[in-house]
């Protein structure tokens, strides 16, 4: 798939905004704090329906102005449909073929998109909320109907925290409910956990061998799901939900002297391991960014094998990031089969055979022009 047109008004540094794009390589060039990672944003929101870099949409909006709008003309299986969002400062809309989509999981998963960015080389060595969100993320653009259990799941965990903290303060308050609130959580929790281990599985399927390749052959990846109750991608779902209940029933007088919910998807974490090492923990630089590198690769793949067509790569400023191999690797990997947009300050540095048939476009203070 790829993205032919995108518009946009009042986005960040962009008032307004259209451009056509070359459906293999384009490159946004520009010095520091011009618009050129606003402008990979404004792709990601478009697929995504918010940004990578915030959760707060209203940052979004240009100052002083009332509504940001995103359109873009999407090609995928050789057919042509428009998608358009909206971030007001009371709410978004998001619209697919004109028609506006109740739920936001209708509308995810229409435009595939994977970014690659210098803080996604944190994926192996950053906090476990990264690495929750990455596998989320990916869950949900290939099946959408994941991110109505993750937004069921917050909800009811939101409602078990409050009770919880109400419990601390008086332990007469209402013990029934909190039996209803762990049922329900619980139910989501199951479903998570259950998408997240057959998401892993076909991870391992690309993610492997990738990394074998991009380390020569020297470096076996292998990747873990650290669970914060005991369960197994053996299990079938009936033992899981009752490891679940075990597990609550344990922990109950500790999450009531807490005040929080202590166990669940929202605590579990990626472990990745190469030759049998943890790679957060003793792995070199290098190691770690070929882990993040593999996988990042890996998505493209596996996007490809459950949609049937390759997803828009973003690659944010990263490739100077990258050492010549793992660039050439990456560049050769996705040439010819992937839409890409690479931004960069300078493109000394990336001369690469892939980018010499690329679109280049000139970023300057919100206002882009393309190279002739
Ligand atoms: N809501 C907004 N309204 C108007 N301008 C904004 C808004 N949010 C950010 N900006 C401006 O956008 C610019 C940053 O653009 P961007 O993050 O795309 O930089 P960049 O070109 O990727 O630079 P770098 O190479 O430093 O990452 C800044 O000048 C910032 O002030």
Redesign the pocket.
Same mark, same amino acid.
């Given at each position: 798939m790829y993205i032919h047109e995108l518009s946009m008004r009042s986005y960040? $540094?962009y008032d307004q905004l259209s451009l056509t794009f070359d459906d293999k390589i384009n490159v946004i060039i *520009?010095e $520091?704090? @011009? *618009?050129?990672? $606003?402008l990979m944003e404004a792709i990601y929101a478009l697929a995504f329906t918010r940004s990578h870099r915030t959760p707060r949409d209203k940052?979004?909006? @240009?100052?002083d102005e009332e509504y940001a709008k995103i359109k873009g003309s999407i090609f995928k299986r050789n057919r042509r449909f428009p998608l358009e969002i909206i971030f007001s400062k009371k709410g978004k809309k998001a619209k697919l073929n004109h028609i506006e989509q109740k739920r936001l999981s209708d509308y995810i998963g229409a435009l595939n998109v994977v970014m690659f960015a210098p803080e996604d080389l944190n994926l192996v060595k950053g906090s476990p909320q990264v690495r929750r969100r990455f596998i989320d993320m990916e869950i949900g653009q290939i099946q959408p109907r994941y991110i109505y259990h993750l937004g069921q799941f917050q909800k009811v965990l939101k409602q078990r925290n409050h009770l919880l903290k109400e419990l601390q303060r008086k332990p007469s308050a209402d013990r029934t409910m909190l039996q209803v609130l762990t049922d329900q959580l619980i139910e989501h929790a199951v479903t998570i956990v259950e998408r997240r281990f057959k998401f892993l599985h076909l991870l391992r399927t690309w993610a492997v061998p990738i990394h074998e390749g991009i380390s020569r052959q020297l470096e076996s990846l292998e990747i873990a799901y650290d669970a914060s109750v005991q369960v197994s991608e053996e299990m079938d779902l009936e033992t899981i939900k009752i490891n679940f209940e075990k597990k609550f029933q344990d922990i109950e007088a500790k999450e009531i002297e807490r005040g929080t919910t202590l166990a669940g998807p929202h605590r579990d974490d990626l472990v990745f391991y190469v030759n049998g090492k943890d790679v957060q923990t003793f792995g070199s630089q290098g190691q770690q960014r070929t882990t993040a590198l593999s996988l990042k690769l890996a998505e493209i793949e596996l996007i490809h094998s459950e949609v049937g067509e390759y997803p828009i790569l973003l690659l944010d400023?990263v490739l100077s990031e990258l050492d010549d191999y793992r660039q050439s690797h990456l560049l050769h990997t996705i040439q010819g089969k992937v839409q890409t947009f690479v931004?960069t300050?300078s493109i000394d540095g990336i001369e690469h055979e892939a980018l010499k048939e690329a679109e280049i476009f000139h970023?300057s203070a919100g206002t882009i022009e393309v190279q002739k």
């Open positions: 960040r $540094n *520009g $520091n704090a @011009q *618009g050129k990672t $606003n940052e979004l909006i @240009q100052w400023d931004s300050t970023v």
